[in-house]
């Protein structure tokens, strides 16, 4: 229940993962289907920093951005910005998730998608930054925008 000692728990971990590949399958394991949504969203937070150039992982991730759960959504939202070489179907559901009914989820996928860097979501971004149905969804789109039309 202790927010530092779950903290504690991922960063140990995300460090033994780095030493053991296992660690990884047993995180994948618990976005899918861990005892409860806290376990589960740390859990996206450790393959964010374990394994962010892995397919399963980024499958994962797309599996619990559509959870029930806000928070576990908007903790795999997060991460899918973390993906080093995305599959198109991690831009897919970024952009459908700029509709989400969480305005919180839906800056996230914003941001997300500045970070992912596909200029494909550049239309739906841009539209958002000129009408958006909450200023901080609005002010996430501009910033996405601005990051995908900035040269790397």
């Known amino acids: 229940a202790e927010g530092d000692v779950r903290w504690s728990a991922a960063r140990v971990l ?3 993962g780095r030493l053991h590949g296992e660690i990884v399958r047993v995180l994948l394991g ?5 005892d409860g949504p806290v376990v589960r969203r740390m859990s996206t937070f450790c393959l964010r920093e374990l394994a962010p150039d892995q397919p399963a992982a980024a499958q994962a991730l797309l599996e619990a951005s559509r959870d029930a759960d806000t928070q576990l959504r908007r903790a795999a939202l997060t991460a899918m ?7 198109p179907m ?3 559901r970024l952009v459908d ?3 989400d009914a969480d305005p919180v989820s839906a800056g996230l996928a914003a941001l997300a998608l500045g ?3 596909d200029a494909s979501a ?3 971004l841009r539209a958002l930054a000129m009408s958006a149905r909450t200023p901080a969804l609005q002010q996430a789109a501009k910033t ?3 990051r995908l039309e900035t040269p790397r």
């Open 30 to 34: 618990l976005v899918r289907g861990g």
């Open 144 to 146: 996405a925008v601005a």
């Open 97 to 99: 998730a700029l509709d």
């Open 14 to 16: 995300v460090d033994m």
């Open 122 to 124: 550049l239309p739906r």
């Open 90 to 92: 991690v831009t897919a």
């Open 81 to 87: 910005a973390g993906l080093l070489d995305p599959p």
């Open 115 to 117: 970070e992912v860097r």
